[in-house]
C-alpha cells in the first residue's frame, strides 16, 4: 500500500504557465481533497471530491481547476501560474466510516517566478 | 465556518506532559474536533479525533467540555520526536458538507532535552 501519492515532488513555474498536479490513493476511499500551505501557515482547503464524479469548491478556490479522473486519481490545474500561487500543495483522500481520518500525501513544492 | 484560535507556540522539556488548547467559538452541532501532526516537509498525520468529553488512544488524550467550544489535546510524556506543528481541525462533520475545513495556523510545539 503506497497510500496517496503527488507527482511531481517539486516543480518551477513561469508567470502564466500551466501545469497539473496529480494525485492518486490505492486505499479505495471515496473522498480526495487539495490544499496548499504558504510558508508558516495552516493548510487552506482548494476543492474537494466527496465522490467519484462530484467536485466541489474549498475555502480558496480561485485559480485552480480539478479532476476527478476515476475512484483513485484526483488532479489539480493551474491553467495561468501566478507568483501568489508559490506554496506546497498536498492531496488528502478519506474512508466514508465514522473515523474522519485523512491521510496525506508527502506534498508538491511549486514555485511561480 | 468553524475558525479555530491556538497558540502559536510552546515549550516543553522531555518527559512532561503538554496540554495544547484550541478554541473554536462556533462549533457547529454535527462537527468533529480532529488533531493533526505535521513534522517539516511532510504531510499533516492524525492524531487524534473526538465530538464530546474524553476520547484517548496510543499516543494522546483529547477533552471536550460540555460547550464544546474548547478542546485541549493531551501529550503525556513528550519526547524528542514529538517536535512538531499541531493542528487542530473543525468540520467533517459525518454525512455532511465537507467544504467547511478549517485548518488553524498550529502550535508549534518545541521539546528540549
Known amino acids: 500500500n503506497a497510500g496517496v501519492t503527488q507527482t511531481p515532488k517539486f516543480q518551477v513555474l513561469k508567470t502564466g504557465q500551466s501545469m497539473t498536479l496529480q494525485c492518486a490513493q490505492d486505499?479505495?476511499?471515496?473522498?480526495m481533497y487539495w490544499y496548499r500551505q504558504d510558508p508558516g501557515m495552516g493548510l487552506r482547503l482548494i476543492y474537494y471530491?466527496?465522490?467519484?464524479?462530484?467536485?466541489d469548491k474549498g475555502e480558496v478556490p480561485n485559480g485552480y481547476n480539478v479532476s476527478r479522473l476515476n475512484k483513485r486519481e484526483f488532479s489539480l490545474r493551474l491553467e495561468s501560474a501566478a507568483p501568489s500561487q508559490t506554496s506546497v500543495y498536498f492531496c488528502?483522500?478519506?474512508?466514508?466510516?465514522?473515523?474522519?481520518?485523512?491521510?496525506f500525501g508527502p506534498g508538491t513544492r511549486l514555485t511561480v517566478l | 465556518l468553524a475558525k479555530t484560535t491556538q497558540p502559536i507556540s510552546m515549550d516543553s522539556y522531555e518527559g512532561q506532559e503538554v496540554n495544547i488548547t484550541c478554541s473554536h467559538n462556533?462549533?457547529?452541532?454535527?462537527?468533529?474536533i480532529t488533531w493533526y501532526q505535521q513534522f517539516p516537509s511532510q504531510g499533516p498525520r492524525f492524531i487524534i479525533q473526538?465530538?464530546?468529553t474524553k476520547v484517548t488512544n496510543e499516543v494522546a488524550s483529547l477533552f471536550i467540555p460540555a460547550d464544546r467550544k474548547s478542546s485541549t489535546l493531551s501529550l503525556p510524556r513528550v519526547s524528542l520526536s514529538d517536535t512538531a506543528v499541531y493542528y487542530c481541525?473543525?468540520?467533517?462533520?459525518?454525512?455532511?458538507?465537507?467544504?467547511?475545513?478549517?485548518f488553524g495556523k498550529g502550535t508549534k510545539l518545541s521539546v528540549k532535552p
Open positions: 462556533n462549533i457547529a452541532t454535527n462537527d468533529y
Open positions: 488528502a483522500s478519506r474512508g466514508t466510516g465514522a473515523d474522519n481520518e485523512q491521510f
Open positions: 471530491s466527496a465522490s467519484e464524479g462530484t467536485t
Open positions: 481541525l473543525v468540520g467533517l462533520n459525518y454525512g455532511g458538507s465537507q467544504g467547511n475545513l478549517i
Open positions: 473526538g465530538y464530546k
Open positions: 486505499m479505495n476511499h471515496n473522498s
